[in-house]
């Protein structure tokens, strides 16, 4: 059966990444590449109007990240989605949003390759499915990040983020601790913020996030700050700035 061209969007809000994109796809004759977004939302309003069959999305984009992107779709909108990104630590994050593969830049040709194959197997797929069958089946994107990868020497660690105790800042770094175990990990905890579920994460400094089901005890200290005390004992400073935040995810009087 002879497939119709795979509709394509690319979105990056960097030229020379976009042109990386054009090139690697430039062996692909089954591809036809309808626009090019330099941020989220002129991808929301170029899916809209183009209804690209795939995506090519960058993740960290000023404004809206790609994750963002993706929730503000329709399911029945949802083209299939290739993430394009330098920065590798987000690629399971990638899957539990479905996306059908993770590349990372530069981009290297053999498997950008393999990315492709694999849309078109799920291309073919759609293209045999029962006609209003697509658009009627549940989509669903995980609203917060369920785990982070963080590199360990040559191997990736997989953390849940449920298993998180507490995070700290170090510039553009944050240290994550795990039951005991401290994991440095290259990430900024204002990005963070973003992706971790807000209704267990709790700021508690301007450079510490706690996990709100490790807090054991807060002790008042002078000039309106006080001490947060952990299960294991470890213990934080709560500043009077997020006090008022705090007082009430943990239900305080």
């Known amino acids: 059966m002879s497939l119709p061209p795979i509709r394509t969007l690319l979105v990056d809000d ?10 690697a796809l430039a062996a692909h004759a089954d591809v036809q590449i309808v626009g090019e977004c330099g941020n989220a939302h002129e991808a929301l309003q170029a899916i809209a109007a183009l209804e690209p069959a795939l995506v090519f999305l960058d993740i960290r984009m000023p404004g809206m990240d790609g994750f963002k992107l993706l929730h503000k779709l329709k399911p029945e909108t949802l083209p299939m989605v290739v993430f394009a990104t ?18 990372l830049k530069p981009i290297d040709q053999a498997r950008f390759d393999q990315a492709m194959a694999r849309v078109r197997r799920v291309w073919a797929g759609l293209q045999t499915a029962t006609p209003g069958v697509i658009n009627s089946m549940p989509v669903s994107l995980p609203t917060h990040a369920q785990r982070i990868s963080v590199r360990v020497g040559e191997s990736i660690r997989v953390i849940a983020t449920d298993d998180i105790d507490w995070i700290r ?15 440095l990990h290259r990430e900024t905890l204002s990005h963070l913020l973003e992706a971790l579920d807000p209704q267990r994460f709790l700021r508690i400094h301007r450079g510490t996030l706690v996990n709100v089901e490790r807090i054991r005890e807060i002790h008042p200290l002078f000039q309106g700050n006080a001490e947060v005390v952990l299960r294991d004992g470890t213990r934080l400073n709560l500043s009077r700035r997020f006090r008022a935040q705090a007082r009430l995810a943990l239900g305080m009087a």
């Open 169 to 183: 800042a170090d510039g553009n770094y944050v240290h994550i601790h795990v039951a005991g175990t401290r994991y």
């Open 14 to 23: 960097e030229v020379l990444a976009r042109l990386a994109l054009r090139q």
């Open 86 to 103: 330098a920065y590798g630590q987000h690629a399971l994050r990638a899957f539990d949003a479905d996306a059908v593969d993770y590349v």
